[in-house]
Structure formats: structure tokens, C-alpha cells
């Protein structure tokens, strides 16, 4: 199987592993959570993109086709990790929206905001809070990272070619 989908479909898998740990410990509902998840989705990516882009430099990628070949990867990854975040919370576990939700809601209630503003607050919140905007976001965040992530790893990761002999 090729580098690019091999550890595009990696990604993916890990990813919703994570993902779904995440959801069935409870960690969606503790608002401090919110940030491990992005923290380790993030250290999961960069790890198999390490491993892959060692592996494309070997077939002979300079920067530009290592560059693409991480996006590439990334976009994959994001594919799957796309359709199993929204599986997970239209399917496996429907409450998980509401269940966050009302975590965040009462961690503002905890910072002192009044029941009004709090309302004003995850009204703000809403539209990026539905099943589709969940994943499209886990989608573009995994191409993001991906794209910057292998920007930085083929500056040390590539097939640098032949070098000119000084004379």
C-alpha cells in the first residue's frame, strides 16, 4: 500500500481511537478536557507523520514532495477522522454534544457568569456545535496541522539529491 494512504488511514485510526477513548472515559465533560484532546490529536499526527515523511525520503521526495506528501496524508487521515467523529456523536453516542455542552455552561457559571450570559455565550457557540460542524472542524484541523506540520519535518526530512563537488 502506498506511504501517503498507509499512513493517512494510520492517522485516521489513531485518531479516532483517541477520540472515541475520549468520549466513553467522560473526558467531554470536564472543560479542561476540551484541551487534552486537540493536545494528543495533535503529538498522534505529528508522530505518524515523522515515521511516514522517514519513510517518502527514503523513495527519494525533496521538500515540495515531502510537503505534499504529509497534506496528502493529512487529508486522508481527516477523511476518516471526519466520518468516525460524526459517527460518534450522531451513532455511538448522541449525548455527547449535550453532554459537552452543558459542561462548558456550567464551567462559565463557575467563572461567575450570570444564567443570561451564559445563555448569550453558548448561543455564540451553537452553530459550531452541531455533529457536521464537530467534524469538519477535526477535518480541517488534521489538513492544517498537517500541511505546517510537514512544511517543518521535510526542512529536516528529505532527500536532499545529489551535492554539487566544490572545484
Known amino acids: 500500500m502506498n506511504m ?3 499512513g493517512g488511514v494510520m492517522l485516521g485510526v489513531l485518531v479516532t ?3 472515541w477513548a475520549f468520549a466513553f472515559i467522560g473526558l467531554h465533560k470536564n472543560p479542561n478536557g476540551s484541551m487534552i484532546f486537540p493536545i494528543v490529536a495533535t503529538l498522534i499526527e505529528i508522530a505518524v507523520l515523522i515515521w511516514a515523511l522517514k519513510k517518502t525520503a527514503a523513495q527519494g521526495r525533496g521538500w515540495i514532495g515531502q510537503v505534499s506528501a504529509g497534506t496528502l496524508l493529512a487529508f486522508v487521515g481527516g477523511s476518516l477522522i471526519f466520518a468516525t467523529s460524526y459517527m460518534l456523536v450522531t451513532s455511538l453516542y448522541p449525548t455527547y454534544v449535550a453532554e459537552a455542552n452543558a459542561a462548558m455552561a456550567e464551567a462559565f457559571r463557575a467563572r461567575g457568569m450570570d444564567d443570561a450570559a451564559v445563555q448569550a455565550e ?3 457557540m451553537a452553530p459550531g456545535q452541531t455533529p457536521v460542524m464537530l467534524a469538519l472542524t477535526g477535518f480541517a484541523a488534521t489538513v492544517v496541522t498537517g500541511l505546517v506540520v510537514s512544511m517543518i519535518i ?3 526530512v528529505r532527500n536532499k539529491g545529489p551535492r554539487p563537488v566544490a572545484a
Open 154 to 156: 521535510a526542512t529536516f
Open 17 to 19: 481511537i483517541w477520540s
Open 122 to 124: 453558548m448561543a455564540k
Open 4 to 6: 501517503i494512504i498507509r
